[in-house]
């Protein structure tokens, strides 16, 4: 098509055909570059991202496994992974679905603020976070508050921490009632 319109006798189908090679060469080089800095800077520094982050988590299994009895039962993100890596049972909160479908971020993260109650009333004894874990279903901007929520938490008491993995035991409820 190109090569008829560049040969036509009209010159406006020869300018049209000029537009179309200068629009498809511009979009080949964009995919070009994308793809380069894609190669060269992204996906590196994801994966040195991953890395430590699982790392973190790595460490953080390790601990569970050996600090904790084996009749541990936690609260963790992602349960059968957890399972797996320290053979401590866990059980997930999952973040209602109608919070993000309704996109009510303020319940999104107080549902993370209520994690100790939450295991407390599912006689759980730990508590595993890892805030990557939570990324799929949160909004990026209110990842920090989450953080923020459980690291905070005052029903938490910290037992294991290396980056963002933590493990952390339910404060005992006669000692929050003292407060």
């Known amino acids: ?26 979009v080949f080089g964009a995919c070009l570059v994308t793809q380069g800095y894609m190669d060269a800077v992204f996906m590196p520094e994801d994966a040195r991202q991953y890395r430590a982050y699982r790392d ?3 460490e953080a299994y390790a601990w569970t496994r050996q600090q904790t009895p084996e ?21 997930s909160r999952p973040i209602p679905p109608m919070h993000w479908y309704h996109d009510d971020r303020k319940a999104v ?8 109650p939450f295991a407390r009333a599912h006689k759980l004894d730990y508590v595993y976070y890892a805030g990557a874990d939570f990324g799929w279903a949160v ?4 990842r920090s508050q989450i953080d923020e929520a459980v690291r905070n938490n005052p029903e938490l008491s910290t037992r294991f921490r290396k980056g963002d993995a933590a493990v952390y035991t339910l404060q005992p409820a006669r000692v929050l009632a003292g407060n």
């Open 139 to 142: 909004d990026p901007s209110d």
């Open 1 to 26: 098509m190109l090569r008829a319109g560049f040969q036509h006798q009209d010159r406006s189908q020869r300018v049209a055909a000029g537009f179309i090679l200068t629009a498809v060469g511009l």
């Open 109 to 116: 993260v107080d549902s993370f603020r209520t994690l100790a």
């Open 71 to 91: 009749s541990a039962l936690v609260l963790a993100q992602r349960d059968p992974l957890f399972y797996l890596e320290t053979e401590r049972h866990a059980i």
């Open 56 to 58: 973190a988590q790595r």
